[in-house]
């Protein structure tokens, strides 16, 4: 990693931000510990009882007062684990039916009479447009390309459109 | 017609869940089951590809390596052009081009473009007068670029000098291989957003990327950062111009045609993301409403016997917009409920959920959060540090992917297709 990659101006954030960050994600971690604390107090009980249990051979009222809460978590377990299978068989099956067998030739390459056969246009002028450094591109309403230049040499490589319309507003791309 | 059997098909399940009484549980219990499907994923992933490699420092040596073009679409890049370009040019493969594509942009980057000629050899550079969408300019790039195997990055990511190599190993390695996709890595973090998805980037989307890979298919490739099969592209006649998310359309389209699409975590990609409200709203809503889409436009022919494989990306994209409407119509009905009487089978009491499945719920989040991490510590040590700032996620990052999905997927079924999708501002971060 290069470390001087990260960008963190926290430091030039105003201070109030920074604290106000540090209080509500300790207030969500607070809230978090309050929903756990139920279990804890059960899962205490549980302990003290089995304790006593085995010790005196009292009773586990605590525990069969939350039977069904774990015949119900013992039930999503199950589940976990069941689609956990099924989805290691099936990697596994995968790995084990393909295994050392490619059944697919390696694909011949894409030559620049396949690209100008796909994208309608002169093969030799693709091929002029691989080799040329700096370009510039004009591009019909529909999207096909109407010409294009070859800056470092100014040779135009298709002829001129009649009359570039601008493109129609479209949907924006937010793009990352 | 197929978009009303998309949409029926959606409604239909939710409104038979609702009738038959298992909504409440299904809200609940979908992403608590899928939680743990990620984690057993993943972690088969990291047993399996990821726990003998070694990292980075090391990457493979490949034999009469075949030539590589790197495609690098950019508009109004200026600020960030001239890193990107570096990073890509300082690959350690041995042979590359770089393509930058200077899609129309209105401020400085072409120029910039054409002075970093003069500083790197394998640098070549296409301009387009008028801007044409990040598609168009993949396209372009992909009709002048001379390699067979295509690297396509944003024109604000910053490539691991070893990313081409891992990436292009397995491109050679499997003729099956169509496509790789790297690893996203986030550079801003000065607010708490940027923390939250430092975060999210790993234990969310790392991890589901590896357990779909087990699985066999991927929702989608990382469109900042993937690798491409030339002739995989040809016959799928490269990145549809009208759909709003290129990378997932691209990835649906591969696979559709037996490609198969693989995730390599080595490949390192240092990326911006939007540190404001704002920015993550716009971003989120464009995802949402690319995958619905592509999920619009495949549904009529997903179906096919020769497709099988992709069903089970199908019925699990079903499931989370499933999801998303099931909690709706579980808030509806419980508001509903409180003016008038409903019937036995419609009636909410309440909508607060049980103590136990909200901490079961939370519970689950953190330790998906916390696996994750541990496996993608391998790629960056001081990380670990993010998972203070992760007990946001299961709150305010699943109502954003829940509010987002809802909205984007009725823009997805009235927009218009034939209009083409174009670059506008982004939000970078606060940096």
Known sequence: MLPSLIINQSSSRPIETKRLDGILSALMWLMYLYMIREAFIDLYYIITESFEWMVAGHKLPHLLAISDLLHTLGFYVIIILANGAILITWALYNQFRFRGMDRRKNPKPVSVADLAGLYGLPAEDIANWQSSRIMVMDHNPDG???????????????PPPEEPAPMEPAVPWYGY | MTKTLGVLLIVMLVVLMTVSGVLLQYVFLYPLFMSFLWMVGGIYFYWHWERHGVHASSPPIIENPPLVSILIPCFNESRNVAETIAAAARQTYPNFEVIAIDDGSSDTTGEMLDQLTQSYPSLRVAHFRANQGKAMALRMGALV???????????????DPHATTYMVQLLINSPRVGAVTGNPRIRTRSTLLGKVQVGEFSSIIGLIKRAQRIYGTLHTIS???????RSALQRCGYWS??????????????????W??????????????????????????????????????????????N??????????????????????????????????????????????????????????????????????????????????????????????????????????LFRHRDKRAVWANSDRGVA
């Not at chain 1, 096909?144 to 298709?158: P, Y």
């Not at chain 2, 008038?340 to 049980?354: D, F, K, R, T």
């Not at chain 2, 007990?391 to 984007?408: K, N």
């Open chain 1, 144 to 158: 096909t390309l109407a010409r294009v230049i070859s800056r470092v040499g100014g040779q135009i490589l298709l």
């Open chain 2, 145 to 159: 670029a001379r390699g067979e195997y295509l690297v396509c990055i944003d024109g604000d990511a910053v490539l």
């Open chain 2, 223 to 229: 469109g900042v950062i993937a690798a491409f099969r």
């Open chain 2, 241 to 258: 111009l009208d759909m709003i998310t290129d990378d997932i359309d691209v990835s649906w389209l591969l696979q559709a045609d037996h």
């Open chain 2, 260 to 305: 198969s699409i693989q995730y390599e975590p080595d490949a390192l990609c240092w990326i911006l993301m939007p540190e404001t409200f704002k920015g993550l709203w716009k971003q989120r809503l464009r995802w949402a409403q690319g995958g619905a889409e592509v999920y619009l436009k495949q549904l009529r022919t997903v179906w096919q016997w």
């Open chain 2, 307 to 412: 497709r099988r494989r992709m069903w089970g990306l199908f019925i699990e994209y079903s499931m989370s917009i499933a999801w998303c409407l099931g909690l709706v119509t579980t808030v509806v009905l419980w508001a509903i409920g409180k003016f008038v009487a409903m019937p036995e089978g419609l009636n909410v009491p309440s909508i607060q959920p049980p103590v136990f499945w909200g901490l079961f719920l939370a519970t689950t989040c953190l330790i998906q959060f916390t696996v994750a991490m541990v496996i993608e510590s391998r790629y960056e040590k001081q990380f670990l540090g993010s998972i203070i700032w992760v007990i946001w996620y299961p709150f305010f990052f699943w109502i954003i992917t829940l509010i987002t999905s809802l909205v984007g997927f009725p823009k997805a």
